[in-house]
């Protein structure tokens, strides 16, 4: 599919799913390498990550755990700058290796205030690993070892991410045309 219609707007074909898993893999390569011998927890945001931790799970050779949280930040195709409460944690995260994953990292902020929240369980360190990041959008400094692509500030839609709730099983990334 080339074009997909969501609701009231139409998206093309930005980045095909045998690209996508090639990054994918990429990151899990240098995810393997950098955390060998520390069991990481990877801890990964739904909703719009759960394609993206599957498959990146799928690819690691290396002994780890994965747990999901919950932290909302979206409304439609914008980012409403508050940040709901994290929630799920159930592992011990004290004096672990904690890999936040994510879809994707635009303003920073909602990474920002996650950062903050999983600080206070002590974690031995904490790490960024996101399928997309748009760094023309960033507003706050963060290190994000583990990003598996930089895009423009689009929206887009599919391999997990949403517009409204919709269209995340696309095995496609696409972007809105305007």
Not at 15 to 41: F, H, Q, R, Y
């Amino acid at each position: 599919m080339d074009i997909v219609k969501i609701k009231d707007k139409t998206f093309r074909t930005f980045i095909p799913e045998s690209e996508i898993l090639s990054k994918v893999k990429a990151v899990a390569e240098k995810l393997n390498k950098d955390m060998a011998g520390k069991n990481p927890l990877f801890l990964a945001v739904l909703n719009g990550s759960f394609i993206f931790a599957a498959d990146l799970m799928r690819y690691l050779t290396i002994p780890s755990e994965i747990s999901f949280v919950k932290l909302a930040s979206y409304q439609g195709t914008t980012s409403v700058g508050k940040v709901k409460e994290l929630i799920g944690i159930n592992q011990e995260l004290k004096g672990r290796t904690v890999v936040i994953v994510e879809d994707i990292v635009d303003t920073g902020n909602t990474m920002k205030q996650m950062l903050a929240t999983l600080e206070s369980y002590e974690p031995e360190s904490l790490h960024i690993c996101t399928l997309l990041v748009k760094p023309g959008k960033l507003q706050v400094p963060l290190n994000i070892e583990y990003p598996a692509m930089e895009i423009p500030n689009d929206f887009i839609v599919g391999y997990g991410l949403d517009y409204d709730q919709q269209g995340r099983n696309l095995r496609d990334i696409y972007t809105v045309v305007e």
